[in-house]
Every structure is written in C-alpha cells, then in structure tokens.
C-alpha cells in the first residue's frame, strides 16, 4: 500500500505528482487513439524504452515506428485505470490496468481485436514534468483477429523498423 507523507505540504505535492502522472497516462491513451505521434513521443524521456510482447521500442524510435503501427487501425480505443502510483523523489513507478480495442476498418466497427492486461511504467521528473522511462505492456488476454502482435501487425512494425 502506498505511504502517504506526513505534513500538509509534503501531502498537496504527493497529490499533485500523482495527478500528474495519472495525466499523463490519460494523455498517452489520447495520443495513441488519436495516432498523435508528437505526442506519444513526448511523453517519454530521451532514453525511454516501450516493452511490448513483439519487441522493445527506444523513446528514439518511436517517430519513425508509430505511424506504421497506427496506419492498421482506422479506429483505436485505449482505456486505462487501477493507477497504483509510487513516489520516490524524481522517480516513480506504476502499475496500470489497460484495455485496448483495434478497430482495422470503420467501415466495419464490429471487427476489431481487444487486447487487456498491465501497464508496468517507471518515470522521472525532467524538467519539472513527469516522463516516462520504460512503459511495459504485460499482454493478459486477447480477444478477435484483430489485435497487436498477429502476423500483419509484426509485419508491418518491422517495415517501419519496429521490431
């Protein structure tokens, strides 16, 4: 369980980390389901690293790697919760529940593969901003035909030099 600090402004500064951070992961899902590559960039440090079950991603890559990854859905919906958020200074760690639906055509919303489990994040404060350093997605279950890491979806992150 995680300690809450003692003193009222050591509380209101704990409070505000963890709204951050939780913000923060808002963003990223936002950006993701809005194939905002900027801004999924953005919310990782330079030497940030994204684990996922078909391979690792430095923050670095990612410009180039997202747009091939994103063009297989029209429509994407990434939902997240659960935020278990522990503070350490400039460093913090998190665990996140997700889930992920991949729609490939909005001609046809009904076909689409699900994806669910755990976020598993470390950050750091730079510059005063919080940002992720690894963020590992811990696959629990799928559902449909339709969801990352099927040949297509491999196939084409490895063509846009993501995997």
């Not at 078909?54 to 063009?71: H, T, W």
Request: some cysteine; aromatic content about 8%; overall charge negative.
């Amino acid at each position: 369980m995680t300690q809450i600090p003692k003193g009222a402004e050591r509380q209101l500064a704990w409070l505000v980390d963890r709204a951050c951070i939780a913000e923060l992961i808002m963003e990223y899902n936002r950006a993701l389901d809005e194939k905002d590559v900027d801004a999924i960039v953005a919310c990782y440090t330079e030497d940030g690293m994204l684990e996922v079950p078909f391979g690792n991603i430095p923050a670095k890559d990612l410009a180039a790697a997202a747009p091939g990854a994103l063009a297989l859905y029209d429509v994407t919906h990434h939902l997240s919760g659960a935020h278990s958020i522990v503070i350490d200074g400039d460093t913090a760690k998190c665990r996140v529940s997700f889930m992920a639906v991949h729609v490939p055509s909005a001609a046809r919303r009904g076909e689409h593969g699900d994806v669910g489990g755990w976020y598993h994040i470390t950050l750091r404060r730079v510059d005063g901003r919080w940002r992720f350093v690894t963020v590992r997605d811990d696959f629990l279950w799928t559902l449909g035909d339709k969801f990352p890491g099927t040949k297509e979806h491999m196939a084409a992150l490895a063509q846009g030099g993501w995997g």
